[in-house]
């Protein structure tokens, strides 16, 4: 019964011993399945999942369990949610403890997307009342500062000065813009296309848009690699937007690595409709860097709109490279791994018509 369980199930002895963990659990935690681990300390079998482990250790100690709650396991960003409970026998002594746990990573996806709809809502009102109340004087100020920088050619503190005007309204008028731009609903213009070409392009265009510096770009994307269903304008501006932001990091010196992938048709074991339902082929690409990483207080807050940690930021580079994923019915994660930099994986669909990450 335990094995045709759709949840993960973990049920560990009072000795510390691993009784019973299906194939479910395995999979959701991202562990290799083996028979040997029953009869094994669950810290050994847990030593990938530390998360997990302190649940099942505190179960023996604490009076009052959860009943439900939520954890992301750092290892795979998956959120998990959980119910743990302790065993008795016959006579009401402490035998063990069971863990009762499923992948909740898409329902939180889509409940974030949905609070990212209701504040895209109420930022494209704010942005109307920008444009028409900032952007007109904006423009009003660079034009005089430039009639008066032409009038003054003799006053050199006057030409630094005005110069700075000119510069500030052109950066506040380019935050506007910005702005405009990610409040506004995409709309894609989807045709089948290279992944290979489209990264290619990216790279270029970053190049005009960051100090590239010495700062090495690697691909290792197979040629055969699947032709996607994507708008390429928008799949350009979402790898133009991650290669700015890592040459940025990096300061001019470094290297980035971009390796793409196809992943196979796999079963889902976790469908609604009861059975298995097929998933479609994903192309999965991920921009690795060797800068100096996210810290990891941000790193849930680094694709949220106007957060930044650049002096001259917007905070708005990689809310739209979530909102062009998204559009595609893709995904992204972000790591941070052990040997230093910044890892950016995005999912996509070789099909439009895959509902994946909805």
Not at 127 to 143: D, T
Not at 186 to 213: F, N, Y
Not at 292 to 309: A, C, E, Q
Not at 311 to 333: E, S, W
Request: charge should be negative; aromatic fraction near 4%; charged fraction near 25%.
């Amino acid at each position: 019964m335990v094995w045709s369980l759709r949840n993960g199930v973990l049920a560990v002895t009072v000795d510390g011993t691993v009784a019973v963990m299906n194939d479910v659990a395995y999979r959701i935690l991202g562990l290799p399945a083996r028979r040997s681990d029953i009869g094994r300390p669950f810290t050994g079998v847990l030593q990938g999942q530390p998360e997990v482990a302190r649940i099942i250790a505190g179960a023996f100690d604490l009076a009052h369990l959860p009943n439900r709650a939520e954890l992301r396991l750092k290892s795979t960003n998956k959120v998990i949610g959980y119910t743990i409970s302790q065993v008795h026998d016959s006579r009401g002594r402490l035998t063990g403890a069971t863990l009762f746990f499923k992948d909740l990573t898409r329902v939180e996806q889509l409940e974030e997307r949905e609070r990212l709809r209701d504040r895209l809502a109420a930022l494209g009102e704010m942005a109307a009342a920008i444009a028409h109340e900032v952007k007109n004087p904006l423009a009003g100020i660079e034009v005089m500062a430039g009639i008066l920088k032409r009038q003054l050619p003799e006053s050199q503190d006057a030409q630094t000065i005005l110069g700075d005007i000119i510069k500030e309204a052109k950066m506040a008028n380019a935050i506007v813009l910005e702005v405009l731009e990610f409040v506004r609903p995409i709309r894609l213009q989807v045709e089948h296309m290279s992944l290979l070409d489209v990264i290619k392009d990216a790279i270029a265009l970053a190049d005009t848009h960051a100090p590239r510096g010495k700062v090495d770009v690697t691909l290792a994307i197979p040629g055969d690699l699947a032709t996607i269903q994507g708008d390429p304008h928008q799949l350009r501006q979402l790898f133009t937007n991650l290669l700015i932001n890592a040459f940025e990091a990096m300061s001019g010196r470094g290297s980035v690595r971009i390796h793409a992938t196809e992943l196979p048709f796999e079963r889902d074991e976790e469908a609604p409709t009861g059975g298995d339902a097929l998933v479609g082929a994903m192309v999965q690409v991920d921009v690795t860097d060797d800068g100096p990483g996210v810290p990891p207080d941000v790193v849930d807050r680094i694709f949220s709109p106007f957060f930044t940690t650049k002096p001259q930021g917007t905070g708005l580079g990689l809310a739209i490279v979530r909102k062009i994923v998204n559009a595609h019915d893709g995904r992204i994660d972000v790591q941070v791994p052990a040997s230093g930099g910044t890892q950016f994986r995005v999912t996509l669909p070789v099909s439009s018509d895959h509902e994946l990450f909805r």
